[in-house]
């Protein structure tokens, strides 16, 4: 249930720490661009969430309103005032409380911000303790409490010491807010407007600054590939972890793959190596070592070893087996067990796909749709050239390339050359050796 609170979200930010022509927000964990897990855990608190872009802004909109339809947007004038300070200066928060997250922390839950909601002070703060505080602002703390943030770039040796540092989350009093934002000023190392300077403004008028100790699991800022390679691992955990405690069964867990979207149902188990990603819905299936599973359907039914369900594929009570692609099909009662191409196909109950089978469904301008009907016996190494359709009961023999556009029902299709067999070639060719 929403609080009253409103949250500002910083992500106007370079990021150039990336090294990526893409804007830092946007690069994804577990599927989904970082920003976006931080605007769904501040949605389940906030019924005013704002998000301040500037970096590559209309990229960064237009990614969010691709999942949200209800957060606001606001620019930072970074040319003139840059940095955190700068970033806070054009919100129009409706509360009176204002929480600001940074968009750069993809790990934050609702749960993990209890303690910025309940708390009355001023100002609360977020602290952690790190053995290597490297990279963060250092939070200077004395008997009467927090004194100042200092940025490692400004900061004095003593101050570079200290382990105390800011892990970039703060509620204010919105008339906090607006009393300090036009105090600050940029003379420091960065030239940059920081936000982290209201807390010594506000300690020099008395105002109440509550520290709170917060966990690195939750509160993790991404500054770097490495940093994001990190937050995927503990993404992924808490999605392997929620996905087991519904009774999904998983061999060597660290070793799979699960997107964010992605839904089981009913007993599912996923081997080693597995990667399933986009909107799957897995329902009683069976994704067996090494498959790759992409927005597809899975009910009953089970893929692999490296079998690679590529998007919009339907599969119910089918066996997939080794080396075998479907793309875009919907197979019923289907079994595909070795090293086939399935494109743009409708394939129906009691039909046997030989190994080998291929679908040509893309003749280097369009794609065609290929339909199979029940009970087709598919023999090994067929090419069917789309668009075709065979109906049911047909047999197609091995090695036939089906160049019609239908094989009737019952029939058989076969083309081949008539086979020889010569008789002592290989001796001739070759000679004997005794
Ligand atoms: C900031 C804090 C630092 C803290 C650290 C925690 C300041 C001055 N410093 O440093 O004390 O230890 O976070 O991670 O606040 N952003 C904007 N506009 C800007 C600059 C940044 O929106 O002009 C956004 C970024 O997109 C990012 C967030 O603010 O989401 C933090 O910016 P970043 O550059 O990562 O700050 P740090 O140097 O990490
Ligand atoms: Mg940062």
Redesign the pocket.
């Known amino acids: 249930m929403p609080h009253k609170l409103s949250i500002v979200?910083?992500?106007?930010?370079?990021?150039s720490r990336m090294k990526s022509d893409t804007a830092?927000?946007l690069h994804p964990i577990s599927g989904k661009p970082m920003l976006s897990h931080i605007i769904k855990a501040s949605l389940e608190i906030s019924d005013d969430v704002s998000v301040?872009?500037?970096?590559q802004k209309e990229r960064v909109i237009e990614s969010m309103q691709s999942y949200f339809s209800d957060i606001n947007f606001v620019v930072?004038d970074?040319d003139n005032?840059?940095?955190?300070?700068?970033?806070v200066m054009n919100i129009t928060p409706k509360n009176e409380k204002v929480l600001v997250l940074?968009?750069?922390?993809p790990l934050i839950t609702s749960k993990a911000l209890q303690g910025f909601i309940d708390s009355n002070a001023d100002i609360a703060m977020s602290i952690f303790d790190l053995v290597n505080p490297d990279?963060?602002?250092r939070v200077i703390i004395s008997e009467a409490g927090v004194e100042y943030?200092v940025?490692q770039k400004d900061a004095s040796v003593e101050e570079l010491m200290v382990t105390h540092?800011?892990?970039?989350i703060y509620s204010f009093k919105k008339s906090v807010l607006q009393k300090y934002l036009p105090q600050l000023s940029n003379a420091n190392a960065q030239s940059?407007y920081?936000?982290?300077?209201i807390i010594a403004l506000a300690k020099a008028d008395n105002l109440t600054i509550e520290p709170l100790l917060v966990d690195e699991e939750h509160f993790k800022?991404v500054?770097s590939k490495a940093d994001l390679a990190s937050a995927e691992v503990i993404m992924q955990r808490r999605i392997k972890e929620h996905w087991m405690t519904q009774g999904v069964s998983m061999q060597l867990p660290e070793t799979i793959y699960i997107e964010e979207s992605v839904v089981f149902e009913g007993e599912c188990i996923i081997e080693n190596g597995a990667r399933i990603t986009g909107n799957s819905l897995i329902i009683n299936s069976h994704i067996k070592a090494h498959s790759v599973v992409e927005d597809s359907k899975m009910i009953n039914s089970d893929v692999g070893p490296m079998g690679h369900l590529r998007p919009l594929s339907h599969l119910t009570d089918t066996h997939i087996g080794n080396f075998v692609e479907v793309k875009k099909s919907t197979l019923t009662g289907v079994k595909a067990g070795h090293l086939s191409y399935l494109g743009d196909a409708t394939i129906d109950t009691g039909s046997n796909i030989g190994a080998g089978t291929i679908t040509c469904n893309y003749d280097g301008k369009n794609k065609y749709q290929t339909i199979i009907g029940k009970n087709v016996f598919i023999g090994s190494d067929t090419q069917i050239v789309a668009p075709c359709v065979i109906e049911d009961d047909v047999m197609i023999a091995a090695g036939t390339t089906v160049s019609a556009q239908k094989i009737e029902k019952g029939s058989l299709a076969i083309s081949r050359v008539k086979m020889k067999s010569i008789k002592n070639f290989f001796y001739k060719f070759f000679g004997t050796s005794s």
């Open positions: 979200i910083l992500a106007a930010g370079k990021g830092k927000v301040v872009v500037a970096h930072q970074a005032f840059p940095g955190t300070g700068g970033a940074n968009g750069d922390m990279g963060y602002g943030i940025e540092v800011n892990a970039g940059e920081y936000l982290t300077d800022g500054n």
